[in-house]
């Protein structure tokens, strides 16, 4: 079974209830996944100005805290706790 690996921001900053802004990337690719997380991370390393400006639309001039590949088991899990999906990229 092939696992999807997704791109996931952690933004700077949090909430007064604990709680941090995270962005989802959907579509960094024509399929909007990976298939490995080492596909997933060589991207990340190749387009550093593609994600810098996808976050930049979507937050401001905030930072990023952490750029990392998640696999598809984990953003579903966080998407049925309450998590809010990003905007398309």
């Given at each position: 079974?092939?696992?999807a690996w997704f791109i996931v921001?952690?933004?700077?900053?949090m909430y007064t209830d604990g709680t941090k802004d995270i962005f989802i990337f959907q579509h960094p690719l024509d399929h909007g996944?990976?298939?490995s997380s080492?596909?997933?991370?060589?991207?990340i390393g190749n387009?550093?100005?593609k994600i810098a400006k996808a976050l930049v639309e979507e937050f401001g001039n905030r930072p990023p805290e952490k750029i990392m590949c998640v696999p598809e088991e984990t953003i579903e899990k966080f998407m049925e706790e309450?998590?809010?999906r990003g905007e398309s990229t």
């Open positions: 079974m092939v696992k921001a952690i933004m700077t900053g996944h990976f298939h080492s596909m997933c991370q060589k991207f387009h550093p100005f309450g998590g809010k």
